[in-house]
């Protein structure tokens, strides 16, 4: 870690909670990330070795700790007590992106895995009641051997398969990406996506309802933007 050459400790905590990636990584560990490879899926553009190393870094300076698995395979990570100090940091960074940073997306930020892997993380996998549901989720835009996504929630966990599991769909969605990741966002709210055909969903009347309680929606999607950003939840004309 650089050092700024001061003992002012707003200076000290910058260098090492505005080193690059750490506020994700600490992100996606107050999100419940334990497993080295989750914590790949949060930040793929990062390197695997620079993912290790920082993280060795951060348990250097007592802000992350490790556990062994139960399997004895491994580690897992986690925030320590003073990590966990940094987790209103993260809120404010957050409040302060979707109040004042909100724009139409560019390619760069159209990240179908990191999409993916957000909603079998953050979806609640109780909405549809106690029993085993599956929702499948088509992205319309993407390659044939990327269109199809399949969630399956059990025993209040939310699995993300790549094959078909074969068994019933309770819910089928239908929706570009870009679409998609408006809608978790916050940008295209999803009353006005359902009602505009821009997401398509399929079902049972019960499993239709329960499509809000589902994608849990982070309460940062609620915060309105308060720069010039032209609200993508507009009717398209043409």
């Known amino acids: 870690m650089k050092s700024y050459g001061q003992f002012c400790p707003v200076a000290k905590a910058s260098e090492l909670f505005c080193e690059r990636w750490t506020p994700l990584i600490v992100r996606d560990l107050a999100w419940g990330a334990t497993r080295f490879s989750e914590l790949q899926r949060g930040v793929p553009l990062m390197s695997p070795t620079l993912l290790s190393k920082r993280l060795k870094q951060l348990e250097a300076e007592g802000v992350v700790k490790t556990r062994p698995q139960a399997n004895g395979r491994g580690k897992t990570y986690h925030l320590t007590e003073s990590g966990r100090e940094f987790i209103p940091m993260i809120v404010a960074l957050g409040t302060w ?9 560019v390619a760069g930020e159209v990240d179908l895995g990191l999409l993916v892997w957000a909603l079998e993380r953050s979806v609640n996998a109780d909405a549809f009641g106690k029993s085993q549901s599956l929702v499948r989720i088509e992205f319309t835009d993407q390659p044939r051997n990327q269109r199809l996504w399949w969630f399956i929630n059990r025993e209040g966990v939310c699995e993300l398969c790549l094959e078909d599991p074969g068994f019933a769909v309770d819910l089928y969605l239908a929706a570009t990406l870009p679409d998609m990741i408006y809608i978790v966002r916050g940008d295209l ?50």
């Open 97 to 105: 992106g979707q109040r004042w940073s909100r724009r139409q997306l």
């Open 189 to 238: 709210p999803l009353s006005r996506a359902l009602a505009s055909g821009r997401l398509e969903a399929l079902g049972t009347a019960r499993a239709r309802k329960a499509l809000r309680g589902w994608l849990n929606l982070s309460p940062l999607s609620k915060i309105k933007p308060q720069n010039r950003f032209e609200s993508v939840g507009a009717p398209r004309h043409g």
